[in-house]
T-cell receptor
């Protein structure tokens, strides 16, 4: 079946450094990708999205990169802050317009 | 605050029982989605409604059902509950039917004892 990064690795980052969170997707027909942040006890919070006709999109302190050749998505967070500590999920939209979520990456920001 | 409201926040019940989870979407959003989140399965799509009509189905059990009312709020009904149904249930909403920019509520934590 569809799979998007079904692991929950942990990324430890020093406060102030840049973070890069990676996501592998499996469906080459996916046309839309989205990143969410989930803090403990809360629902997923929309961060940024990107369509498959783009390879880069920037938001406030975040950049999403899409490499369709190797089916890879990444989220870059600039100047990581303690409030960035959370689990980050990528999701892809493939056939049938359904979003499939990956297993998430936990980001721990060290002071 | 995403603008999506879910009630109740916590629900504790026994096996075999039936519960109803409620969701109010963001103002203006026509689509409502239900997701289940458990530690071993991640975020699993259950069902989507758009403007009152069922739009898409995911891994929703036959014991579960949902509906979207004319005022666009939605309810997820879980019946004949089993221990394995214990999970976080999220509702999300979006403006369109095409699964873009979903905004999630804070979830209902269901514990089946």
């Amino acid at each position: 079946g569809e799979s998007v990064g079904l692991h929950l690795p942990t990324l430890s980052v020093q406060e102030g450094d840049n973070s890069i969170i990676n996501c592998a997707y499996s469906n080459s027909a996916s046309d839309y990708f989205i990143w969410y942040k989930q803090e403990s006890g809360k629902g997923p919070q929309f961060i940024i999205d990107i369509r498959s006709n783009m390879d880069k999109r920037q938001g406030q302190r975040v950049t999403v990169l899409l490499n369709k050749t190797v089916k890879h998505l990444s989220l870059q967070i600039a100047a990581t802050q303690p409030g960035d500590s959370a689990v980050y999920f990528c999701a892809e939209r493939a056939a049938g317009n359904k979003l499939t979520f990956g297993g998430g990456t936990r980001v721990l920001v060290k002071p | 605050d995403s603008g999506v409201t879910q009630t109740p926040k916590h629900l504790i019940t026994a096996t075999g029982q039936r519960v109803t989870l409620r969701c109010s979407p963001r103002s203006g959003d026509l689509s409502v989605y239900w997701y289940q989140q458990s530690l071993d399965q991640g975020l699993q799509f259950l069902i989507q409604y758009y403007n009152g009509e069922e739009r898409a189905k995911g891994n929703i059990l036959e014991r579960f059902s949902a509906q979207q009312f004319p005022d666009l709020h939605s309810e997820l009904n879980l019946s004949s509950l089993e221990l394995g149904d214990s999970a976080l249930y999220f509702c999300a909403s979006s403006a369109t039917a095409t699964n873009e920019k979903l905004f999630f509520g804070s979830g209902t934590q269901l514990s089946v004892l």
